[in-house]
């Protein structure tokens, strides 16, 4: 069984931080991971993305052709990753900052307000949070408390603040497509 995974948006919506806590998670799993991030010229505000790839066998390409799900935090990343995820996957969009064009028929788009979400929780940087939380049931292979355990390897004890918040988001997102 295998998940593939394609992260996007701006240099600073956490884009990377999203593939760090997948690949923790399937790491903590004892699954094998393959994590490749991709910076646009400029970090901050400039495009940036991410592959995730976990699985209960040997990876044998760390190149991701049509994923089985995505998240897409910006307009730009919605046009070039929406032909990327394969016929009945996921793509999560974050839909308070990207307009739906060219809907897709043959996969699940799920349309959330995230950062609107993570407003509510005091922090609009939690949006890419938000998303995870949405994204979770559709995989394969990573749980919410594969996750938690991530978080607290990536945050830290030492931040128990944000371990809070970064969770409280994920719930957002979980509770959102189960309603």
């Known amino acids: ?4 995974v394609l992260l996007a948006g701006f240099g600073g919506q956490g884009v990377m931080f999203i593939g760090k806590v997948l690949a923790y998670a399937g790491m903590l799993s004892d699954l094998e991971v393959c994590w490749i991030p991709s910076y646009g010229p400029e970090m901050r505000g400039g495009t940036a993305n991410c ?3 976990t699985a209960d066998t040997e990876i044998n390409s760390p190149v ?4 089985d799900g995505g998240i897409v935090l910006n307009q730009p990343s919605y046009g070039k990753f929406l032909p990327r995820i394969k016929p ?10 990207v307009q739906l ?16 979400m993570a407003n509510e929780l005091g922090n609009p940087g ?21 996750v938690e355990k991530a978080i607290d390897a990536v945050v830290g004890k030492n931040k128990p603040a944000m371990y809070e918040l970064n969770l409280a988001a994920i719930r ?3 509770e959102f497509v189960r309603a």
């Open 51 to 53: 592959s995730v790839i």
């Open 172 to 174: 957002k997102g979980l």
């Open 101 to 116: 064009a060219n809907k897709r028929d043959d996969i699940d788009i799920i349309a959330l307000p995230a950062t609107d």
């Open 88 to 97: 009945g996957g996921t793509l999560v969009v974050n839909s308070s900052i």
């Open 1 to 4: 069984m295998m998940d593939k």
């Open 126 to 146: 939690l949006a890419n949070m938000v998303c995870l939380g949405a994204l979770l049931p559709k995989l394969k292979l990573t749980s919410l408390a594969s």
């Open 64 to 67: 991701i052709d049509l994923a």
